[in-house]
């Protein structure tokens, strides 16, 4: 379905008007940088931040956050649609050629989790966690991203009326929906990180160990309450 809609808009772009195919690409990119600001609202939310950088760096920051979502997102597009071409143009014989299609869904993980993790590292106003600290939620944003993209796409084929529903406009629900998921997945990944880091007193942000209290990042300067979990209901029954 999105890809019908996305073979019309090009079509629509070739009888257009170069200006008006720059006009949309500059709303898309205007639209792309707000979500991304508030994904990194988000991020700091999850991770105990209030944003505090100057409107300059801000900026840059967005920036550069959107155009690496984008070109990510190509990136993996392309490698999708490429890679199967290139295999029936080279001729590449049974069972390697199946082996090379599967091999590019592994390919697509590996840069969602890059993309997962610097996001991660970069987004959050706060002093940045070490990678090790990192690697708990992107393994499960990653994962959770795999399933529900596959979950959606099963659901919009072979059970949703997003068509009949909504006419041309069902690939822009489906997408719409797709993009909640994934920011779903990803501050839910971001949560454990945090958790995680809330578990110990070692020092879990960049550069030289600093005492608690002074790394500039709260889930690194916050303890968690301890609870005994064997104990707890009859903790809870005398209070």
Do not use: H
Not at 3 to 29: P, R
Not at 30 to 58: D, F, H, M, W
Not at 174 to 183: G, V
Not at 218 to 229: E, L, S
């Amino acid at each position: 379905m999105i890809d019908q809609q996305a073979q019309q808009v090009v079509e629509s772009a070739k009888s257009g008007s170069f200006l008006g195919a720059l006009a949309g690409l500059l709303i898309a990119m205007y639209i792309a940088s707000k979500g991304v600001g508030v994904l990194v609202i988000g991020l700091n939310v999850v991770y105990g931040e209030s944003e505090q950088r100057k409107l300059l760096y801000r900026t840059i920051l967005l920036t550069a956050l959107t155009f690496g979502l984008i070109f990510m997102t190509l990136v993996s597009l392309g490698f999708i649609a490429i890679v199967p071409v290139l295999v029936d143009i080279l001729a590449i014989t049974s069972p390697l050629d199946q082996v090379l299609k599967w091999m590019r869904w592994p390919a697509l993980l590996l840069l969602m989790s890059v993309l997962i993790a610097l996001l991660y590292r970069y987004a959050p106003y706060r002093r940045s966690a070490q990678w090790s600290w990192l690697s708990y939620g992107t393994l499960l944003a990653t994962v959770m991203w795999l399933l529900s993209s596959g979950g959606l796409s099963l659901y919009v084929r072979y059970f949703s009326s997003f068509s009949e529903l909504y006419g041309s406009l069902g690939a822009v629900v489906a997408l719409m929906i797709w993009f909640w998921l994934s920011a779903f997945v990803v501050l839910l990944g971001a949560e454990v990180n945090c958790e995680m880091e809330r578990q110990t007193y070692n020092d879990t942000t960049i550069g030289e160990t600093r005492p608690l209290g002074e790394r500039e990042a709260f889930a690194a300067d916050t303890i968690g309450a301890p609870r005994n979990w064997k104990g707890g209901a009859e903790d809870a029954d005398k209070e």
